[in-house]
């Protein structure tokens, strides 16, 4: 895959890089530079170089919250909303810690996609009920709750 | 019941204490209620799963005690739950519950 933008363009060494870090990112610069055949101080440069450009946002961690013992739900919430508050809006769905994800997207209306984490339905629902309709420009909400994820996965660089 | 009482009871109220009405979890309607008055008028237009959402959750009797801060009202909210309608019935004795009380506090106003 060749990826470019206006910004920052990337190499076959980057979009190698990547892809190797977006694995497992807990490896060392020797490791991916010894899979690459280059040296660890040409990772690095690369990788301080991908940090500095913002083409790397962050470096975090993925929890399983089963493991952790952690119940939970998570629902995907369309917001309609007047198209005059939508950004109001969606700025202040993202404030809340209740949300993961907010998008906007507009098809016949205007909407806010809205990806939540409860503890259980009183929790989602209070959340809903409280916090989010209330909120000036919200016209109405229709919630998922998800019972079952078949893939979740990242985008991923492919070389 | 004083007049300052009744007045109280029929305020305006703000965003965050407005009555919402839902369908089900997290399904809002679009519906809301700033007042008693305008409640009256809300259970007339609301589809029934809405009122039946909302009675045997027992938001109804929450809302009139805790922001309306109407003790009368909300004790005939649980009578309605009590008799256990659905459908049509409830809203008409939700109507008839709601229109009742708002006649009574205007009047004593």
Do not use: C
Not at chain 1, 76 to 92: G, Q
Not at chain 1, 113 to 134: G, M, T
Not at chain 2, 72 to 81: F, G, H, P
Request: aromatic fraction near 6%; charge should be neutral.
């Amino acid at each position: 895959m060749k990826l470019k933008n206006q910004v920052f363009s990337l190499d076959d060494l980057d979009l190698k890089i990547l892809h190797i870090i977006q694995e497992n990112s807990k490896q060392t610069y020797s490791e991916v530079g010894r899979q690459l055949g280059v040296a660890h101080s040409t990772v690095y440069d690369r990788i301080r170089k991908l940090e500095k450009s913002g083409v790397i946002k962050k470096w975090t961690v993925e929890l399983d919250l089963e493991t952790l013992g952690l119940n939970h739900i998570t629902a995907l919430m369309t917001v309609y909303t007047d198209p005059k508050e939508s950004e109001n809006v969606a700025k202040k769905l993202s404030d809340a810690k209740e949300v993961l994800e907010v998008s906007l997207s507009l098809s016949e209306e205007l909407l806010i996609l809205v990806k939540v984490l409860a503890n259980d339905q009183d929790e989602l629902h209070s959340f809903i009920a409280k916090k989010v309709a209330p909120l000036q420009g919200v016209l109405r909400i229709r919630t998922s709750i998800i019972t079952k994820k078949i893939k979740e996965e990242r985008f991923l660089i492919t070389t | 019941m004083t007049p300052s009482s009744s007045t109280r009871i029929l305020r305006e109220l703000s965003r965050k204490n407005a009555f919402y009405f839902f369908s089900s979890v997290g399904n809002y309607t679009g519906h809301r209620a700033m007042s008693l008055e305008e409640f009256a008028t809300k259970i007339r237009e609301v589809e029934t799963a809405s009122l039946e959402f909302h009675l045997y959750r027992g938001d109804f009797e929450k809302w009139a005690d805790e922001v309306l801060e109407d003790p009368e009202l909300t004790r005939r909210i649980s009578a309605v739950k009590l008799l256990e309608p659905t459908g049509n019935a409830l809203r008409d004795q939700m109507d008839f519950t709601i229109s009742k009380r708002l006649v009574e506090l205007k009047s004593s106003q």
